[in-house]
């Protein structure tokens, strides 16, 4: 049976590492993958906030999302990196351990994430995606950084 619908059942997610965990987040929201520069710090900023950058020309804020997830954050070293994501027009650079790969996977193979009571970081999750013997958590950008929290780190 011919399926003509079956690229607007695929999403592509980009696929990054915080620890030994596998996270992903919708490619629409990526707007560039780039190396770790120079953050400046920023006084009186959430814990979370590493600070700002100038990408060229617009400063944007930087969070270590290990930390925003209540996650151990990984040594920095050469594959660190900073997704710049953006969701209801507000940029922000995110800093992960290493970004592994774009992956298409078929929308139906998201499932909802599992009902963690105790997991406060079950509220950022838009699922998980079963991908051969992986699990990769797939992130909601839009609850990760609240829009409160998101408009008070635009600069």
Not at 39 to 62: C, H, W, Y
Not at 129 to 147: E, F, G
Request: aromatic share 4%; proline share 3%; net charge negative.
């Amino acid at each position: 049976m011919a399926d003509d619908t079956r690229s607007a059942d695929e999403i592509q997610l980009v696929v990054f590492s915080l620890g030994r965990e596998e996270f992903a987040v919708e490619v629409t929201q990526v707007r560039e993958i780039m190396r770790m520069e120079e953050i400046t710090r920023m006084p009186k900023s959430p814990d979370f906030v590493e600070g700002i950058i100038n990408l060229r020309g617009q400063i944007i804020a930087v969070v270590e999302l290990a930390k925003r997830l209540n996650l151990e954050a990984g040594e920095r070293s050469g594959d660190t990196r900073i997704i710049v994501v953006e969701a209801e027009d507000i940029k922000v650079g995110m800093i992960v351990d290493s970004v592994s790969e774009v992956l298409r996977v078929s929308a139906d193979a998201v499932e909802p994430s599992p009902t963690l009571a105790t997991d406060v970081a079950a509220a950022y999750l838009r699922g998980v995606v079963k991908q051969d013997n992986r699990l990769i958590i797939l992130l909601d950008l839009t609850k990760v950084l609240s829009l409160q929290e998101m408009a008070g780190l635009e600069f």
